[in-house]
């Protein structure tokens, strides 16, 4: 089994409210729940880039003179933080620490989506650790940008958080895979957006993940308006009930099992998944089989 949507924190210095989930301990907790193998990336909260007067603030991050970033509080505008890029060094982290466990964890370098900065840090990342990585995370509203322009010039997968805003919604992702050369998978159940459903089945390049089932079914029932379905999947009665409803919707060779730890808890996200109700071959496809395929392995 793969888990395909892991976060993990790389330095104890920049790690908020001093919660650290590192490479050891993401081993340690796949190992307690049988999981072989599993797709890793940053957690992008890092102290560097929260708010000093309100660590939940949004923020934005734009470019500046000599491609330094700019962070700045989307609420109260303070300026947080002004310099390279600071998850340049969190993913070279990243990429340094999983080297030991290189058969079992499969790094992706987290992006800022700047288009200049983009460009330059994609050459960089695919000319200095070529085979060490296996594809990128983009997360725009973590960094209040739109993708409606962005351009990524490389063969590798790439996973988008996804949302209901102006910045990520699924839709978007999808212009964005249409121009876009490799696969591309829409993280959290691309929001339910029934129509991306069916844009999705129609192109080659695109998947969606699951990541995490409990929480996406609690949204389902509690804040529904947060979502694109609205009430449309309201009747669904369990979390393990989601999976066998949403491969009406969309082809099973398409969807990707992902817990979305430590956000959701990796025993309690595998547990829903293997007291879902399907055919061996399709849970074998989702929580193995088309990770595979979407990073071209």
């Known amino acids: ?33 049988g999981i072989e193998k599993a797709v890793v990336m940053l957690n992008p909260a890092i102290n560097t880039i929260l708010c000093k007067n ?3 603030h949004r923020v934005r991050i734009d470019l500046g003179d000599n491609n330094n970033v700019i962070i700045r509080c989307a609420n109260c505008n303070a300026l947080i933080y002004e310099g390279v890029n600071p998850y340049l060094e969190q993913n070279k982290l990243l990429l340094d620490q999983t080297k030991k466990y290189i058969e079992r964890l ?56 996804s949302g209901n805003n102006d910045f990520d919604s699924p839709d978007k992702i999808v212009k964005f895979a ?25 192109r080659d390049n695109i998947f969606i993940d699951t990541s995490p089932i409990s929480i996406m ?30 491969i009406k919707y969309v082809n099973p060779n398409k969807i990707i099992y992902g817990s979305d730890a430590p956000v959701s808890s990796m025993s309690l996200e595998k547990a829903i998944y293997e007291q879902t109700e399907l055919p061996m071959v399709l849970k074998k496809q989702i929580s193995c089989e088309n990770i595979f395929k979407a990073m071209g392995r």
């Open 106 to 161: 499969y790094p992706i370098v987290f992006l800022l989506p700047l288009q200049k900065l983009l460009d330059q840090e994609v050459d960089y990342y695919e000319h200095n650790f070529d085979g060490q990585f296996y594809g990128y995370k983009i997360h725009p509203s973590f960094s209040c940008q739109s993708i409606d322009n962005l351009k990524v010039n490389s063969n590798k997968m790439i996973l988008f958080h």
């Open 1 to 33: 089994m793969v888990d395909s949507h892991i976060h993990v924190n790389v330095d104890k210095k920049v790690c908020p409210n001093n919660f650290f989930f590192g490479v050891d301990d993401i081993i340690a907790e796949m190992d307690k729940n």
């Open 178 to 202: 249409d121009n876009y050369k490799s696969n591309v998978v829409i993280a959290h159940f691309a929001k339910f957006d029934f129509e991306v459903f069916e844009q999705i089945n129609q």
């Open 54 to 56: 309100n660590e939940y």
């Open 217 to 246: 079914f609690n949204a389902i029932k509690e804040t529904p308006e947060k979502l694109f379905c609205g009430e449309r999947l309201d009747y669904i009665e369990s979390a393990q009930k989601l999976m066998p409803e949403i």
